[in-house]
């Protein structure tokens, strides 16, 4: 119990689930977003077992349905989660990364704060 009220004390942004259509990429990963901050993102996405992953690197956020394109934002894995191979004598697995921005521009901070009051909106009930 104290670990999770300590680790959810650390957060300083509240996330904000999302609907399924809202998708993370970058030239190595295509993946789904599980809830958003101000501050980072949770996603997963298939991938090999085998693949390393990089620390820093920059994704992009895409939402098809409401034409919202967010790209090159700088970002540091904070978890990194893999789950069993989805088939017993593959290496696919599904990897859910936590990761927190760094270094946003003013327009990346902009941006990403109207996606996330519209969004919040649409969740809300």
Known sequence: MDKLKTQSER????RVEMADDILVFNETTFGQ???ISQGGLAF???TNKEL???S??????????????LENIPCKT?????????HPTGSTI????????????????????????DNAKKISH
Request: charged share 20%; hydrophobic share 45%.
């Open 11 to 14: 957060r300083k942004h509240k």
């Open 78 to 86: 904070i978890t990194s989660i893999d789950s069993a191979p989805i």
């Open 94 to 117: 599904v990897r859910r990364n936590g990761v927190m921005f760094t270094d946003l521009s003013q327009e990346q901070i902009h941006k990403l704060e109207n996606f996330l009051a």
């Open 44 to 46: 997963r996405f298939l």
């Open 56 to 69: 820093l690197f920059r994704i992009g956020i895409l939402n098809s349905g409401s034409g919202f394109f």
């Open 33 to 35: 977003i599980i809830n």
């Open 52 to 54: 390393a992953q990089e």
